[in-house]
C-alpha cells in the first residue's frame, strides 16, 4: 500500500518561507508524476506544482517564482520550497501521485500551511 506523508507545514509571517516534504513509500520513480495541491479556507483545492518523471516542473501562475517543486530520489522525497508567503497562501497542502502501472492516484493528509500579515 503506497503511503504519503506530508510534513513542515506552520505559522509563518508574510514574506517568510517554509519548506514542505511528501515522503512516499516505495520507489518515487514508479511514478509518472507527483503534484502539491491545496486547499484555502473556503475556496477549492487548487494544483499548486507539478514534477514529472523525466524532472520537468510546472506551477501555478499564483506561485511561479516563489515556489519550487524538486525531488530526492534517493530518499523517495519530494519537496516544496515556499519563498515570499503571502496571506492567501495559507491553505493545506496535499502530496498527490500518479502511479505508472495503473494510473491510479494516491493522496497524503495534508499539512496546514497558515501565513499572518
Known amino acids: 500500500q503506497v503511503q504519503l506523508v506530508e510534513s513542515g507545514g506552520g505559522l509563518v509571517q508574510a514574506g517568510g518561507s517554509l519548506r514542505l516534504s511528501c515522503a512516499i513509500s516505495g520507489s518515487i520513480l514508479s511514478f509518472n508524476q507527483i503534484k502539491w495541491h491545496r486547499q484555502g479556507p473556503g475556496k477549492q483545492r487548487e494544483l499548486v506544482a507539478t514534477i514529472r518523471y523525466s524532472g520537468t516542473t510546472d506551477y501555478a501562475d499564483s506561485v511561479k517564482g516563489r515556489f519550487t517543486i524538486s525531488r530526492d530520489i534517493a530518499k523517495n522525497t519530494v519537496y516544496l520550497q515556499m519563498n515570499n508567503l503571502k496571506p492567501d497562501d495559507t491553505a493545506v497542502y496535499y502530496c498527490?501521485?500518479?502511479?505508472?502501472?495503473?494510473?491510479?492516484?494516491?493522496w497524503g493528509q495534508g499539512t496546514q500551511v497558515t501565513v499572518s500579515s
Open positions: 498527490r501521485a500518479q502511479a505508472i502501472t495503473n494510473n491510479r492516484e494516491y
